[in-house]
C-alpha cells in the first residue's frame, strides 16, 4: 500500500493564459455547434492542451456532448459543472494520472454508460488502496465563493460546505467522488458504496481503515463476473425489443480490465 497521502492542491490554473483563453472559446464553440464531441487536445494542440490542468465551468453548456476525451492529460481536476452534461454517455480520462478523484456530480449523467479511467492512481482503489486526503483542514477549494450542493443544489458559501468522499460505481469504473454537502440530511441521501470498498462517506485521512488489497487474479475474476452480469442484462434489454443481439466477447471485458 501507498502510505502517502497527497495534499489537495488548489489554484493552479492560469485563467489568463493562452491556453485557458483558447479552451473557453473551443467550449463556446462546440456548445453553439452542438457537436456530440469534446476532444480538446484536438482543438488546442499537444502544447497548450499540456497546460490544462482543469477543466472551465462552462462544460455546463454542453448539452449535446455525448463523448468527453481527455486521454493523456494533465487534468488534476474536473469540475461539478459536469453533471449539467445532460447527453454525455462516455467519459475517457484514461492515462490522465494527475486525476486522482471526480467531482460527485458526475453520478448526475444519467446516460453515462462507458468510462475508461486509470483506476491505479486513484484515491481507495482496489489495487493499491491509495490513501484519501483528510479533508477537515485541507479543503477542495473551487473558483469564486460560492459553490452548490452535491445533491440538492442548494447554494452556499465555499466555507458552509460539509465535503466527504464516496467510492461509487460510474460508467464502468468504480471510483472515488467528492461532494459537497449543505446538511445531515443530504448526507444520509447519498448511496451506499459497493462492496469492498469503504462503506460510507467519510473524511479520509491516514487512520481510515479500508478494505484489504484483494490479490489481483481473484479481483480480475470477480471484476470480470461483474462486467458479465451486467452486459447479459444489457443485452437482455435490447433484445425485448431488436432481435438478434449478440454477447460481447469476453475478451473485449479481460481487455478493458487490464488496461487500467
Same mark, same amino acid.
Given at each position: 500500500?501507498?502510505?502517502?497521502i497527497?495534499?489537495i492542491?488548489n489554484?493552479?490554473?492560469?485563467?489568463?493564459?493562452?491556453?485557458?483563453?483558447?479552451?473557453?472559446?473551443y467550449i463556446d464553440?462546440?456548445a453553439?455547434?452542438?457537436t456530440d464531441?469534446f476532444v480538446?487536445?484536438?482543438?488546442?494542440?499537444?502544447e497548450l492542451?499540456s497546460?490544462?490542468?482543469?477543466?472551465?465551468?462552462?462544460?455546463?453548456?454542453?448539452?449535446?456532448?455525448?463523448k468527453i476525451? $481527455?486521454? &493523456?492529460s494533465?487534468?488534476? !481536476?474536473?469540475?461539478p459543472?459536469?453533471?449539467?452534461?445532460?447527453?454525455l454517455? /462516455? @467519459?475517457?480520462?484514461?492515462?490522465?494520472?494527475?486525476?486522482?478523484?471526480?467531482p460527485?456530480?458526475?453520478?448526475?449523467c444519467?446516460?453515462?454508460k462507458d468510462?475508461r479511467?486509470?483506476?491505479?492512481? $486513484?484515491? &481507495?482503489?482496489?489495487k493499491? !488502496?491509495?490513501?484519501?486526503?483528510?479533508?477537515d483542514?485541507?479543503?477542495?477549494? /473551487? @473558483?469564486g465563493n460560492k459553490?452548490?450542493?452535491?445533491?440538492?443544489?442548494?447554494e452556499?458559501e465555499?466555507?458552509?460546505?460539509?465535503?466527504?468522499w464516496?467510492?461509487?460505481h460510474?460508467?464502468t469504473?468504480?471510483i472515488?467522488?467528492?461532494?459537497n454537502?449543505?446538511?445531515?440530511?443530504c448526507e444520509?441521501?447519498?448511496p451506499?458504496?459497493?462492496?469492498?470498498y469503504?462503506?460510507?462517506?467519510?473524511?479520509?485521512?491516514?487512520?481510515?481503515e479500508?478494505p484489504?488489497t484483494?490479490?489481483w487474479?481473484?479481483?480480475?475474476?470477480?471484476l470480470?463476473?461483474e462486467?458479465?452480469?451486467?452486459?447479459?442484462?444489457?443485452?437482455k434489454?435490447?433484445e425485448?425489443?431488436k432481435k438478434?443481439?449478440?454477447?460481447?466477447?469476453?475478451i473485449?471485458?479481460?481487455?478493458?480490465?487490464w488496461?487500467?
Amino acid at each position: 500500500m501507498n502510505n502517502n497521502i497527497s495534499k489537495i492542491k488548489n489554484d493552479f490554473q492560469d485563467r489568463n493564459s493562452v491556453a485557458w483563453k483558447k479552451l473557453c472559446e473551443y467550449i463556446d464553440a462546440v456548445a453553439k455547434n452542438g457537436t456530440d464531441e469534446f476532444v480538446p487536445r484536438e482543438a488546442l494542440g499537444e502544447e497548450l492542451f499540456s497546460q490544462i490542468y482543469t477543466l472551465p465551468e462552462s462544460i455546463a453548456k454542453l448539452k449535446k456532448v455525448k463523448k468527453i476525451g $481527455l486521454y &493523456g492529460s494533465n487534468l488534476k !481536476r474536473i469540475p461539478p459543472e459536469i453533471g449539467k452534461m445532460e447527453s454525455l454517455e /462516455y @467519459f475517457d480520462p484514461y492515462t490522465s494520472y494527475d486525476l486522482k478523484w471526480f467531482p460527485y456530480e458526475i453520478t448526475k449523467c444519467k446516460k453515462l454508460k462507458d468510462s475508461r479511467i486509470s483506476t491505479r492512481a $486513484l484515491f &481507495g482503489n482496489f489495487k493499491n !488502496r491509495k490513501l484519501f486526503p483528510l479533508l477537515d483542514h485541507n479543503p477542495v477549494k /473551487y @473558483f469564486g465563493n460560492k459553490i452548490n450542493c452535491s445533491v440538492c443544489e442548494k447554494e452556499m458559501e465555499q466555507n458552509e460546505t460539509n465535503q466527504v468522499w464516496i467510492t461509487l460505481h460510474v460508467g464502468t469504473d468504480t471510483i472515488p467522488l467528492l461532494a459537497n454537502l449543505c446538511s445531515t440530511e443530504c448526507e444520509e441521501n447519498l448511496p451506499h458504496p459497493p462492496d469492498n470498498y469503504f462503506p460510507q462517506a467519510h473524511k479520509g485521512g491516514a487512520n481510515l481503515e479500508q478494505p484489504k488489497t484483494e490479490d489481483w487474479s481473484i479481483t480480475r475474476a470477480r471484476l470480470i463476473k461483474e462486467q458479465e452480469t451486467k452486459t447479459n442484462s444489457e443485452i437482455k434489454k435490447i433484445e425485448n425489443t431488436k432481435k438478434g443481439t449478440t454477447k460481447l466477447p469476453l475478451i473485449k471485458l479481460v481487455r478493458k480490465i487490464w488496461e487500467k
